[in-house]
């Protein structure tokens, strides 16, 4: 814990005003600041004993309150000007700790001279979007148009990825389960996690990058040793399996194994995919392997005075000058700044210290972590993972015949010839998804196909769908239930159709099998020591 002085500026909107607060009357900070984002607890005095507190009556209301907050050294060695520690974010939680009354018995109303505010806010994504969860379907849309689709508005994004802008048949943004909710949040991070990504913020410009790697340039600044306490060096523990995966097929693939230098041999992390397309297959191993990263080292510091250089999360800084040991394991190695953690209080935390000042001494806790400024491991925060498959329904699509026919129609992907349906998904604006076309539930056999306008349960993932089963029955199928009957119908409609029904009569089992073209009917019927065969065409 060292003492010093600091300056601060603190600007809050609410509603459609914004209200300055000076430095000096911030009495206590927290904040943690990532690679990702931030949180941050103030307290700061505000007083009415010579005007009007006008933040008292917006700050009670229901409503948004953003935050800027900006941190640094007030005592500074000539020439140096270092851009400060900024903040900007949204308060999601708030409270009036005290309110500071005049004592004055003579003073029959006893006004209220300062309240004492605190605010809890994090950079805006966390805010707004670990509140959102959106359910969006996208079809022939890329990962970009369904992360501008579904985002909800207050945070800006802007991506360096190409593998973003890959068309796909289905793009599907999952809310999660009533249980189980998954906001946009934990979606963006997921999908950096799982496709090795990188999801950064820069506070100074409040705006989020999706991209395919972390960002590693800069020209490093020099970190004096008269302005560290101490320092701690962290060597995670290393992955000792290697990748072997292994593809679920007919005809079976041989399985694609990864080494990495500190696995144990015959250590494996096996993991089991059904991909019938060899490329897919291939994407799939590359992305796997390209997860096993591990960290170096992080470098923990232990700061004695606020640093007099620019200190934020990416800047690179490397340990020379002031008391350094030229032999020590920092030397010659390049860091990059990834959490900040300061705690501070006012060294007089009345209403009247240093009131309306710029600054003030503060008794401060500060500590950072830092990496090598060539590590490739993603700096993430904690998220859920989406929850898939999101089940709606849906209806068939054919393309066959007239209208009111129950045909079929079978399409086939032109880059790996496998069969597909169209599904027509009604709650999603009727937008016709693509799903497997194959024996279902039955053995090979049987070739029933979904007719037009067969009504299914459809399971959507991020970039497939398929169907689960089928919920209604088709026209003219269900029979009655005194007749115990079981039925087969097949064919374009009640006016072209084969049907094979077999019902009890009498009690007695009864087989009808029925061909019906328009006014012509042929039929076979095996009863009780009978068997018919019939022709004939109806009467108009």
Not at 137 to 150: A, I, N, Q, W
Not at 322 to 342: A, M, P, Q, T
């Amino acid at each position: 814990m060292f003492d010093d002085s600091l300056e601060m500026k603190l600007k809050l909107t609410i509603g459609k005003q914004d209200f300055d607060v000076p430095g000096a009357n911030v009495k206590f900070i927290d904040v943690s600041v990532r690679p990702y984002g931030f949180e941050a607890v103030l307290n700061f005095w505000v007083s009415s004993e010579t005007g009007k507190d006008k933040i008292f009556p917006e700050f009670i209301k229901p409503g948004e309150i953003r935050a800027r907050l900006e941190i640094k050294p007030h005592i500074r060695p000539k020439g140096a000007d270092p851009d400060p520690l900024v903040l900007q974010g949204i308060a999601v939680k708030k409270a009036l700790l005290r309110e500071f009354v005049l004592e004055d018995i003579k003073v029959r109303e006893k006004p209220v001279l300062y309240r004492l505010y605190r605010i809890n806010f994090t950079d805006p994504a966390a805010a707004l979007w670990a509140r959102h969860f959106p359910c969006v379907l996208l079809t022939d849309s890329s990962v970009r148009e369904l992360l501008d689709k579904g985002k909800a508005p207050g945070a800006e994004i802007k991506y360096d990825w190409k593998a973003l802008d890959d068309k796909h048949p289905i793009c599907m943004l999952s809310p999660g389960g009533r249980e189980t909710p998954v906001s946009f949040y934990d979606f963006v991070v997921w999908y950096a996690a799982s496709n090795n990504g990188a999801f950064t913020y820069s506070a100074a410009d409040n705006q989020y990058t999706l991209s395919e790697k972390k960002p590693q340039a800069g020209k490093a600044e020099t970190l004096s040793g008269l302005e560290v306490e101490g320092y701690g060096i962290e060597f995670p523990s290393p992955r000792m399996h290697n990748v072997r995966l292994i593809n679920g097929v007919v005809p079976a693939t041989a399985p694609k194994e990864g080494k990495l230098d500190a696995a144990v041999d015959g250590v494996w992390r096996d993991i089991v995919v059904r991909e019938p397309v060899a490329a897919d297959f291939d994407k799939v191993f590359d992305l796997e392997s390209g997860k096993n990263r591990d960290r170096d080292h992080d470098l923990h510091l232990v700061h004695k005075r606020f640093p007099l250089l620019t200190y934020l999360p990416d800047v690179i800084v490397e340990m020379e000058g002031g008391l350094w040991s030229k032999s020590n394991f920092l030397k010659g190695r390049e860091y990059r700044v990834c959490d900040i953690s300061i705690r501070a209080a006012a060294a007089d935390e009345g209403p009247d210290a240093d009131h309306n000042m710029p600054y003030s001494t503060y008794r401060v806790d500060m500590t950072s972590r830092l990496e090598l400024k060539d590590e490739a491991a993603p700096n993430l925060p904690s998220f859920r993972d989406p929850v898939y498959p999101v089940c709606v329904e849906g209806t068939i699509i054919s393309e066959q015949g007239k209208d009111e026919e129950e045909t079929y129609q079978i399409y086939q992907d032109e880059q790996t010839k496998i069969d597909m349906l169209k599904v027509k998904l009604p709650v999603f604006d009727n937008k016709a998804v693509i799903v497997p076309f194959g024996p279902f539930f039955d053995s090979g056999h049987f070739y029933f196909t979904p007719y037009k306008n067969e009504k299914a349960l459809i399971a959507l993932y991020l970039h497939a769908a398929e169907i689960v089963r089928f919920l209604d029955w088709r026209a003219d199928a269900k029979l009655p239930m005194e007749s115990q009957g079981n039925q087969i119908v097949m064919g374009k409609g009640k006016d072209s159709k084969t049907s094979i029904d077999h019902v009890y009569s009498d009690d007695k089992p009864r087989l009808t099998i029925t061909r019906t073209s328009s006014k012509d009917t042929e039929m076979i019927r095996l009863n009780e020591g009978t068997i018919i065969l019939q022709t004939k065409e109806e009467e108009s």
